[in-house]
């Protein structure tokens, strides 16, 4: 479905079922050269017990019209804006890699809007090497492919009846950079997470519980990486639970299981 936001359409994916702002909703968030498809399992899962779900393409993102966000800052108002359109008073934010930091600092802003936080694939600082913010900017399609290599564990998820994440990875990658000719949303995304510095006054400012779920094999956002905002987060006194997965980056495509299980409970909670 759509909603207007700052007089532009944005897209929400709802799981194949009616939005129905008294039910309680999860809003998921993607990452960096992402779109709504990567919560494909989870966020259906979800829209199929009692939950609405809003699995979004950010602003100038794929199916949603509007410019990128250029910061983390930004997108995380967008995030208020988006439940104020929706007609939310509160809501579960979930968001993987850079949708990771626009979920902590929407969280932060909103403070008891948000009943639960899900980081997943998160870090902090999310530095980005020089190398790579160069290939995002003149060599996008080599940058996708590092990105790729770097952020899966396995060429298919187990179970996965013969998916190659890897190829698909790239194809999600070539068809959201299509999508926006004004803006490299490769580029502006990375750039966006190399220049946050907000994270741990963030963290510290929450009021939901907070739930990190990190893979064991990430070599994009490690898992000692978070382990400031976890300790940010245990410091300003709020429940927090670490999930570890044996996968990469990718937690939702190589494990959806495990990563579905481990939302599913956290909100349950």
């Known amino acids: 479905m759509f909603f207007e936001v700052n007089n532009a359409k944005i897209y929400a994916y709802t799981g194949g079922?009616?939005?129905d702002a008294a039910k309680p909703t999860a809003i998921f968030i993607?990452?960096?050269l992402?779109?709504?498809s990567v919560w494909a399992l989870q966020s259906r899962y979800m829209a199929n017990h009692g939950w609405n779900v809003l699995a979004?393409?950010?602003?100038?993102?794929c199916k949603s019209g509007g410019a990128a966000s250029q910061t983390v800052e930004e997108a995380a108002a967008f995030i208020g804006q988006l439940m104020n359109a929706a007609g939310l008073d509160k809501a579960a934010l979930i968001g993987h890699s850079w949708g990771s930091l626009i979920a902590m600092e929407a969280a932060a802003q909103l403070k008891e809007r948000i009943s639960h936080l899900v980081l997943a694939g998160t870090a902090f600082p999310m530095k980005v090497s020089p190398a790579l913010l160069d290939s995002a900017l003149n060599t996008?399609?080599?940058?996708i492919a590092m990105v790729n290599t770097f952020s899966r564990a396995t060429l298919a998820p187990p179970n996965g009846?013969?998916?190659w994440v890897f190829g698909a990875g790239m194809a999600l990658g070539r068809r959201v950079l299509a999508s926006n000719a004004e803006t490299n949303l490769l580029h502006t995304g990375f750039s966006a997470c190399d220049r946050y510095a907000g994270g741990e006054a963030?963290?510290?400012q929450i009021s939901a519980p907070a739930l990190f779920v990190l893979g064991e094999q990430d070599q994009m956002t490690p898992p000692k990486a978070a382990k400031g905002l976890i300790e940010a987060a245990k410091a300003a006194g709020k429940p927090v639970k670490v999930q570890?997965?044996?996968n990469g980056h990718n937690q939702m495509t190589e494990s959806p299981d495990a990563t579905l299980f481990a939302i599913r409970d956290f909100l349950a909670a």
Do not use: N, R, T, Y
């Open 161 to 163: 009846a013969g998916s």
């Open 17 to 19: 079922k009616a939005f």
């Open 140 to 143: 996008p399609e080599k940058a």
């Open 56 to 61: 979004l393409d950010l602003p100038g993102h």
């Open 34 to 36: 992402c779109d709504h």
């Open 244 to 246: 570890l997965i044996a």
């Open 202 to 204: 963030a963290m510290a």
């Open 30 to 32: 993607h990452g960096v």
